[in-house]
């Protein structure tokens, strides 16, 4: 493979992914693009009263932490139409560094469409979740957020990976801390909201079962998931305890699991599409278990299908 085609195959799907989301970004400018509710729940959640819309189902209801609310406040001095249009290029972003060369075929996914014209931040989540492998502290944005979907910490408490929970929960609380410190009744407001919430139900079809029946379901898939090494468990166990699991819930657990495919020693997209296109798995596998074991392989294939 030469280099201009390692270079397209790698970054060429990224590219591809950036550009679709530049041009839905200033479709949004023109006035065309659907009504993104959940950005523009964001833009009017002024640090004054952002827990002015805060009825679950209701127009631009806007349920996290006064923290998020904060670090928006420096976007919020763009137009509306502005700050939708770059909300929306940072999910894309996100989407392209999350999933990689999986980016561009997870914007067929209906579920990612929706979530991203939605302004959701389940994209971010996704993000959230496989960087917080790496650097747990990404675990804060989860926790600030949606908060539930924070039963993906199970992972290292299963494995006792102390060091990675607490630098989780450490920089959580650091950053809730600093905004605690800045607008203190803001707080209290969002735990009113939480609790005046908690039963809440939307017209829309979402995920059954109570609230604490699935998160309590997606901390056993989480742990599940650590006693066996199986780090897609966390997205899926996460997203299930979602508050309001609408179906761009799956956005989670499509992006998030692409992520951490890609990032997966050895893996690449004709391995993929082998494993689910070969119908029978183990005769796929058979070829690169003998050339690790035939030297043969290496230099003259045809030596290794000689002997078959």
């Not at 139409?81 to 997870?106: N, Q, S, Y």
């Amino acid at each position: 493979m030469t280099l201009t085609r390692k270079i397209l195959v790698r970054f060429g799907p990224v590219v591809a992914v950036l550009l679709v989301g530049a041009a839905y970004a200033a479709w949004q400018l023109t006035g065309g693009a659907p009504e993104s509710q959940d950005s523009k729940a964001y833009y009017l959640a002024s640090l004054d009263e952002p827990y002015a819309r805060s009825l679950v189902g209701g127009d631009y209801a806007y349920l996290y932490s006064p923290a998020f609310a904060q670090v928006l406040a420096p976007l919020r001095l763009l137009p509306m139409g502005w700050f939708v249009a770059v909300w929306t290029l940072i999910l894309v972003g996100a989407l392209a560094w999350t999933a990689r060369r999986l980016a561009l075929p997870l914007l067929l996914f209906q579920p990612v469409i929706a979530s991203i014209a939605l302004g959701n931040v389940e994209i971010l989540i996704a993000a959230a979740i496989v960087a917080g492998f790496r650097w747990p502290a990404a675990w804060a944005f989860v926790l600030l957020s949606k908060v539930t979907p924070g039963i993906g910490l199970v992972w290292f408490a299963v494995r006792r990976e102390w060091r990675s929970l607490a630098i989780a929960l450490g920089a959580t609380a650091g950053i809730a801390a600093v905004s605690f410190v800045i607008a203190p009744r803001l707080w209290f407001d969002w735990a009113e909201v939480l609790s005046k919430n908690g039963g809440a139900t939307v017209s829309l079809p979402t995920l059954p079962g109570p609230l604490w029946l699935r998160v309590l379901a997606g901390g056993v898939i989480v742990a599940w998931g650590a006693r066996t090494s199986r780090r897609w468990t966390v997205p899926v166990g996460s997203a299930i305890a979602v508050p309001v699991g609408w179906f761009t819930f799956t956005a989670i657990i499509a992006v998030a699991i692409a992520g951490l495919l890609v990032r997966t020693p050895g893996w690449s997209v004709r391995g993929m599409v082998m494993a689910i296109a070969h119908p029978d798995i183990r005769a796929w596998r058979r070829p690169a278990a003998r050339a690790a074991t035939d030297p043969r392989a290496a230099t003259d294939p045809r030596a290794v299908r000689a002997d078959r």
